[in-house]
């Protein structure tokens, strides 16, 4: 039910943008996120966005270089990520899960996602 794609092959400091499309019913209520697994690495948090885009959350070691966004109309949700670092190298997952999550922290758990994507591969040459 969700699409990932825009993943490559970049140089160091470069931009790359990842889409999620999501098939499903009422698409504004989820919330939705991204997270990436490095090889051999837990699948990570990198960033969330509320269903109307009023409130983001992003990982400590993207703050600044990667932005989240969203458009309801599209079904979609993008990842745009600037100043690319090799260690950015990961399978990129979008999730969502319908309404807000109850605690704050739950934003930053994948368990409390239920619908997720196949990944896009990302890797950053150094």
């Given at each position: 039910?969700?699409?990932?794609?825009?993943?490559?092959?970049?140089?160091?400091?470069?931009?790359?943008?990842?889409?999620?499309?999501?098939?499903?019913?009422?698409?504004?209520?989820?919330?939705?996120?991204?997270?990436?697994?490095?090889?051999?690495?837990e699948r990570?948090?990198?960033?969330?966005?509320?269903?109307?885009?009023g409130s983001?959350?992003?990982?400590?070691?993207?703050?600044?270089?990667?932005?989240?966004?969203?458009?309801?109309?599209?079904?979609?949700?993008?990842?745009?990520?600037?100043?690319?670092?090799?260690?950015?190298?990961?399978?990129?997952?979008?999730?969502?899960?319908?309404?807000?999550?109850?605690?704050?922290?739950?934003?930053?758990?994948?368990?409390?996602?239920?619908?997720?994507?196949?990944?896009?591969?990302?890797?950053?040459?150094?």
């Open positions: 039910q969700l699409q990932a794609s825009g993943g490559g092959l970049v140089q160091a400091g470069s931009s790359l943008g990842l889409s999620c499309v999501a098939s499903v019913r009422s698409f504004r209520r989820y919330t939705m996120a991204w997270f990436r697994q490095a090889p051999g690495k990570d948090f990198v960033a969330a966005i509320s269903w109307n885009s983001t959350y992003y990982a400590d070691s993207v703050k600044g270089r990667f932005t989240i966004s969203r458009s309801n109309a599209r079904n979609t949700v993008y990842l745009q990520m600037n100043s690319l670092k090799p260690e950015d190298t990961a399978i990129y997952y979008c999730a969502a899960v319908r309404d807000a999550p109850q605690y704050y922290s739950e934003i930053f758990t994948s368990s409390t996602y239920d619908h997720w994507g196949q990944g896009t591969l990302v890797t950053v040459s150094s």
